[in-house]
Structures are given as structure tokens and as C-alpha cells.
């Protein structure tokens, strides 16, 4: 139970270009969704959260404009780096909390369930 | 001060042994505490997960947290090779994780 999936699980783009990560919560429904960064050698750092329906929150320093969250559905949030450029390079995972969907109570335990990363690499 | 501490190792501990990982955070009103798994490359994994002051154990883990201290610690006992990683200590101020905060994460290295 408790299964996050992302896609793509790697992607090579042009500066300039802009990018769609995908996250699925897969046997549960995510009402917040979270988008973390994480650079070589260093810890997580959340960028936003995202509950469904409304507009995500954003970490300070975080640009709104250019990391867009989608949140449309209790299973799926979208990230859209637009412009990328290279320093924008990085491992980009999405994790969800919830509640199980269709009745079944999976037992588990108010947190964040990881998906298994995008790593983003911008020439 | 950081919010989540750990040290960031590396930590090397010989195969079999009991590894002992610690972190400490600064919101005394913490409620939900989390230990996370992270290989090299790969999205952490969640192993342990702790509210209430004492132990838990769950297998080779054992997770121990001291809200006094605002201390929370894993034990790895018969640690192997494929314990290896990256742990991430986490921290949430309330029970439904709302927000969870990361510290900076503990190398460890299990030699054969």
C-alpha cells in the first residue's frame, strides 16, 4: 500500500524549455501533495505543497511563476519547471499523505509516501 | 540553530554490529517523529516511525525518542552491507504530517 509514482523518471531538455513531472498516488487518494528538490550530496528541501483544488503554497525563495503545481485530482499532481536552465538541474521527488481510497483502510501511518524521484538534467 | 540535526557522517560500522543513529530537533511541541532511508540515487523510503516517548522496535530497527531531550534515535542491530545509506531523520509538529521537516541525513557504512 501506500504507492507514489512519477513520471518521467528522467528527462534531458534545452535550456529554454519547459518540463512536466507527473506524481500519482496509486492505491489512495492524496489530498496534499508535496514537491521537494533535492541537489548532489545534499538533504531534501521542500518546495511547495499543493492540497487538491486550491492553489499550492510555495517555500520562500521558491519562484511560483517558473516551478508551476497542478493539484487536480486527489491522485495526481503535476510540476511544470518552464524555462529550464541548467542550474535547475536536480532530483526532483514528489511525496503524498492522505487517506486510503475505496474503503480499504491501509493501517498506515499519517506521513509523507515518496514517489521515486524525476532526475531533471538541463543542457 | 537547524530545526533537525543529525550528524552527517560517514559513520562506518563493521558488519554484524549495532549501528546507532541520532538526531535531535529544536520544536518542542513535535509531535510525530520519522526515520527514512535513502540509497544513493533513489527517493527515500520510509522504515520507522515513533510518537510516543520510549522505544519501538520493528525487526533489526529500533527507534527511540526522548521528547524531554528532544532526542530521537535508530538503532540498526546486525547491521549488513545493504543497510548502507543515507538516513534521514524527520519531524512533524503535529500527528497527521502535515508538514514534515528533514534534517540533513547520516551516512552510514556497513565494511564487510
Known amino acids: 500500500g501506500a504507492v507514489v509514482s512519477q513520471h518521467p523518471s528522467w528527462v534531458i531538455c534545452k535550456s529554454g524549455t519547459s518540463v512536466k513531472i507527473e506524481c500519482r498516488s496509486l492505491d489512495f487518494q492524496a489530498t496534499t501533495m508535496f514537491w521537494y528538490r533535492q541537489f548532489p550530496k545534499q538533504s531534501l528541501m521542500l518546495m511547495a505543497t499543493s492540497n487538491e483544488g486550491s492553489k499550492a503554497t510555495y517555500e520562500q525563495g521558491v519562484e511560483k511563476d517558473k516551478f508551476l503545481i497542478n493539484h487536480a485530482s486527489l491522485t495526481l499532481s503535476t510540476l511544470t519547471v518552464t524555462s529550464a536552465h541548467p542550474e535547475d538541474s536536480s532530483f526532483y521527488i514528489c511525496?503524498?499523505?492522505?487517506?486510503?481510497?475505496?474503503?480499504?483502510?491501509?493501517?498506515?501511518?499519517?506521513?509523507?509516501?515518496f514517489g521515486p524521484g524525476t532526475r531533471l538534467t538541463v543542457l | 540553530q537547524k530545526e533537525v540535526e543529525q550528524n552527517s557522517g560517514p559513520l562506518s560500522v563493521p558488519e554484524g554490529a549495532i549501528a546507532s543513529l541520532n538526531c535531535t530537533y529544536s520544536?518542542?511541541?513535535?509531535?510525530?517523529f520519522f526515520w527514512y532511508r535513502q540509497y544513493s540515487g533513489k527517493s527515500p523510503e520510509l522504515i520507522m516511525f515513533?510518537?510516543?516517548?520510549g522505544d519501538k522496535e520493528d525487526g533489526r530497527f529500533t527507534a527511540q525518542l526522548n521528547k524531554a531531550s528532544q532526542y530521537v534515535s535508530l538503532l540498526i542491530r546486525d547491521s549488513q552491507p545493504s543497510d548502507s545509506a543515507t538516513y534521514l531523520c524527520?519531524?512533524?509538529?503535529?500527528?497527521?504530517?502535515?508538514?514534515?521537516?528533514f534534517g540533513s541525513g547520516t551516512r552510514l557504512s556497513i565494511r564487510p
Open positions: 515513533i510518537y510516543s516517548n
Open positions: 520544536d518542542r511541541g513535535s509531535q510525530s
Open positions: 511525496s503524498a499523505r492522505g487517506h486510503s481510497s475505496g474503503g480499504a483502510h491501509l493501517n498506515l501511518p499519517d506521513t509523507q509516501y
Open positions: 524527520a519531524v512533524s509538529p503535529d500527528s497527521s504530517a502535515s508538514k514534515i521537516i
